[in-house]
């Protein structure tokens, strides 16, 4: 069998990064191809359509603004059948003989140098993603032991993190229903089998095998992406994050399942987009990103001092800085504190090649990156610890080991405070502490936030069927929306108003969106800096 041949070392800052003007930065390990370059000439800075597995085809951009979130509309396809041959399911032999690369590229540099390598667990000459800085599309999976020593410290650098960042990409949502672009294996993949319960990822048993395909046969008959339901990934880390082991989550995905698991919506970051946001539509390949978010993802960037990426090819995305500055400034850290242990004959505890010993060294600050998915990523070599295998299986291992409580799935909403119902709770009307502009009136950095806000001036927003609305932020800033009432789930349907691009008068359309019903909990307790929609009576006249 055909060995992955050994990438160049990846070195700090080698990476695509594609700026918010789309401009690229630094350098790559190899130079991208035409394809990663729009009609116009642009470096994509999203995969707008890998969250849902639409096909790439869109309306046309001539006559419709800069927002893309109309493409959403697009027809699903099949996963082409040409990659049918590429996969076949890895024979059983020696596991080092599958993985050609050294201990820190396949356990992190924190990790042993002990530990057996991961094997191959679906074998794909594919590449992950074409046209992206990738690599094959493989899939791996630590043994069990492994795996569990791996989670254990994981536990350890969140307990240790105090400003701990989750980067999660499409692999995240997977296990939801929702389709990917680098998952190249088809029904041969190690989710594909799990979920029909004829194989195991290494740490599942026949119960939970049998458990994860019931739960993937219901979710594939709730049809629609819009109504895909959290999977154990999201509500762990959403567990966390009510612990306070999250400080932010930045979301590629456009899906919401982070919320709907219970995630604060003030941890969110939703760069690419949301589905769930009338405010934030999804950005297309030559889009630019919000400014507010980016300047948001700047903020992460610079102080994060642990960044753990789950189920992200990590190919080039211009959020992919996060996973690159904090392994940067964690090899840093390493290399002052290996300089201070040599004074007294010491290797500064990772052996002097690279190889940890599975703990975190002592007086570590800048704790880097962490890295969940079952296929190699370009990052891999500087991260802080590798992790491969199925995020619900690391996340279930993670309850466990930091005594998590991880509640049932459910479709309900928190309930905001009675006394910001003035028509009371069954009302869709809330008092919220933002101004006529949709910003938060609370105070930045006030000691006592609830204290803040309950002295807040407050507005009102209207929720009910009918109410008229003007989107507060973003690339349609200003336009006009209607509530058409709740959907099946709970959620609100927002109509916003579009206008075409050649300022033909009177010539426009309407666009169904979705508020998640956990925007008014988030409002009434002023915790996001700005809320997607306010009343239009408040913002045509200024009160």
Request: charged share 20%; glycine share 10%; with cysteine.
């Amino acid at each position: 069998m055909p060995a992955i041949a050994n990438k160049p070392t990846l070195q700090p800052g080698n990476t695509v990064i594609t700026q918010k003007d789309g401009e690229k930065k630094d350098v790559s390990l190899a130079s991208l191809p035409n394809e990663c370059v729009d009609e116009n000439g642009a470096w994509g800075t999203m995969d707008e359509n890998a969250a849902l597995g639409l096909s790439s085809g869109t309306t046309s951009e001539k006559e419709a603004d800069s927002s893309a979130s109309e493409k959403q509309d697009t027809h699903p396809v099949e996963k082409s059948h040409a990659l049918a041959s590429a996969h076949t399911p890895a024979p059983s032999t020696n596991p080092a003989d599958h993985f050609a690369d050294g201990p820190s590229e396949a356990h992190g540099h924190l990790g042993s140098a002990s530990w057996t390598l991961p094997r191959v667990a679906v074998y794909c000459e594919a590449n992950a993603r074409v046209g992206y800085n990738t690599s094959k599309g493989h899939e791996y999976l630590d043994s069990p032991a492994v795996l569990r020593e791996k989670v254990q410290l994981l536990a350890q650098l969140l307990r240790a993190a105090r400003t701990p960042v989750f980067y999660a990409g499409a692999g995240l949502s997977t296990a939801s229903g929702i389709g990917d672009y680098a998952t190249q294996t088809g029904a041969a993949g190690v989710l594909a089998s799990v979920q029909r319960g004829s194989g195991s990822s290494g740490s599942n048993g026949s119960a939970e095998a049998a458990a994860a395909a019931a739960e993937a046969e219901e979710r594939r008959r709730r049809v629609s992406p819009f109504c895909a339901r959290p999977n154990l990934g999201h509500r762990v880390i959403a567990a966390l994050g009510r612990a306070g082991r999250v400080w932010r989550f930045v979301q590629q995905n456009h899906d919401g399942l982070p919320q709907k698991a219970g995630m604060p919506q003030h941890l969110l970051n939703e760069i690419h987009g949301a589905w769930f946001d009338p405010s934030n539509p999804v950005v297309a390949m030559s889009g630019g990103l919000r400014g507010d978010l980016f300047a948001d993802l700047l903020e992460c960037e610079r102080r994060a001092d642990l960044v753990v990426a789950v189920g992200s090819s990590l190919c080039g995305m211009n959020a992919d800085r996060l996973v690159v500055t904090s392994a940067l400034r964690s090899r840093q850290d390493r290399e002052w504190l290996r300089s201070i242990a040599s004074v007294d004959g010491d290797d500064g505890g990772d052996g002097g090649d690279g190889g940890g010993d599975g703990s975190i060294p002592r007086g570590m600050a800048a704790f880097g990156s962490v890295i969940i998915s079952i296929q190699k990523t370009v990052h891999d070599h500087n991260s802080s610890l590798r992790i491969f295998a199925l995020i619900d299986d690391v996340m279930r291992l993670l309850a466990e080991e930091m005594h998590l409580n991880v509640p049932a799935p459910t479709d309900a909403a928190i309930a905001p405070t009675p006394e910001h119902c003035p028509l009371g709770p069954a009302t869709d009307v809330f008092s919220v502490p933002y101004d006529a502009a949709g910003e938060r009136t609370v105070l930045t950095g006030a000691a006592d936030v609830a204290a803040a806000v309950a002295v807040s001036p407050r507005t009102s927003l209207d929720l009910r069927e009918g109410a008229e609305l003007v989107v507060a932020s973003g690339p349609n800033r200003g336009h006009k929306a209607i509530v058409l009432g709740r959907n099946r789930d709970g959620h609100f349907r927002i109509s916003v108003q579009r206008y075409f691009k050649n300022g033909t008068s009177g010539r426009g359309f309407t666009e169904p969106r979705l508020l998640g019903n956990w925007w008014p909990s988030a409002a009434v307790a002023g915790l996001v800096p700005r809320i997607p929609l306010v009343a239009a009576a408040h913002w045509e006249g200024g009160q």
